[in-house]
């Protein structure tokens, strides 16, 4: 899934008031944030993705390469309403059928905004 | 995550306060550290309100481990970055849309009408108080550079005793260096220390070789990131 260019450059805040302005729509909504990295990756820690329950996404956790499992996670915690913690690496074969193309290293935390 | 938790961040950003939010990794449970207090479910001791201070201080986002086993990640919510110019003269017409690409919210202070126009600043907040008034009025804070570019004591030096009593982690002064030194002369006869004065990059920017007023201000923007981005090196 790609991200595009404005969606990858907007500020933490900006995807936090697009995703409470979903939510106030009536629309169910998941934020990931990015809160570890190792080596080399695309976006720094901090960085956020708010993800709709029709799988509207804005803003970014990575290039571009993981934001479509994101996204599939994030179905899940929002209707579990349970955070996750995901973890994504290059040529992660058990746990993740994605990688980072860069070689580095993530750790995406997965919450419900209620 | 509490949706009210975005307008409080929303507020907390206009307001100018800093504010870092501890997440609990295995929880989700959160706690709001602001003014070196913490109000939440998430228990934070002595050791991460300095680890918080740390992360909001160097602008940098991280999980930590606490003694206890817990994995908290500490997001830092830094007030905005801004410059503030004094003087809106031609360098001044360059430095602006630079420093509002690399992030900064830019203001321009020139009390001289005809100057600081939206003609020849399209898209710059720009106020004709006075330098010092308008200083006191925007209260720079830790995330705030401050340049004066007019040349004329009765502009730069007001502007440079306000922003000497704040907080900002950057003051350039545009002059050469005969401009730099009688700047100093006078600063030390208006009671400031040599500590104090030194926190004045002048002659302003990096070495460069700049001559353009565009060129000018880029040496600016390197000179005022380098003393965001490498603090250590102010002491150099």
């Known amino acids: ?10 500020s ?12 106030d729509a009536g629309k169910d909504v998941a934020i990931a944030t990015v809160v570890n990295t190792w080596g080399s990756s695309p976006r720094p820690v901090g960085s956020q993705l708010a993800v709709s329950g029709a799988q509207e996404m804005i803003g970014s956790v990575s290039g571009g390469c993981i934001e479509g499992a994101v996204v599939a996670e994030a179905q899940d915690v929002i209707r579990s309403g349970a955070p996750r913690l995901l973890e994504f690496g290059v040529a992660d074969e058990d746990a993740w059928a994605v990688g980072l193309a860069c070689g580095g290293r993530v750790e995406v935390f997965v919450e419900r905004l209620d | 995550m509490d949706r009210n938790l975005i307008d409080r961040l929303a507020a907390a950003k206009a307001g100018h306060r800093p504010v870092v939010v501890a997440t609990d990794l295995a929880s989700g449970e959160k706690t709001w550290i ?25 602008d940098r986002s991280r999980t930590i481990e606490t003694n206890d086993g817990r994995r908290l990640f500490l997001h830092v919510f830094n007030p905005p970055l801004r410059l503030l110019i004094v003087g809106a003269v031609h360098i001044a017409q360059s430095l602006a849309p630079i420093a509002a690409l690399a992030g900064y919210a830019v203001t321009v202070i020139d009390p001289r009408g005809s100057f600081a126009t939206a003609d020849r600043f399209p898209s710059v907040v720009l106020t004709d108080d006075w330098p010092d008034e308008a200083l006191a009025a925007l209260k720079p804070d830790a995330r705030t550079a401050i340049v004066t570019l007019t040349h004329d004591p009765k502009l730069d030096d007001p502007a440079l005793h306000s922003a000497l009593r704040s907080d900002c982690f950057y ?27 030194a926190r004045i990059r002048g002659p302003i920017g990096l070495d460069i070789g700049a001559t ?13 990131t380098a003393t965001l981005r490498r603090p250590q090196a102010k002491a150099a």
């Open chain 2, 212 to 224: 353009s007023p565009a060129e000018i201000a880029l040496a600016i923007m390197g000179e005022i």
């Open chain 1, 1 to 10: 899934m790609a991200a595009d260019a404005e969606t990858l450059t907007l």
């Open chain 1, 12 to 23: 933490s805040d900006e995807v936090l008031r697009r995703a409470a302005s979903w939510r």
């Open chain 2, 34 to 58: 602001e003014g070196g207090t913490a109000a939440g479910p998430v228990r934070v001791d002595e050791t991460l309100l300095a680890a918080a201070n740390t992360a909001q201080r160097d």
């Open chain 2, 171 to 197: 003051i350039g002064s545009l002059g050469s260096r005969r401009t730099h030194a009688s700047r100093v002369q006078r600063l030390q006869q208006a009671g400031f220390g040599s500590d104090e004065i």
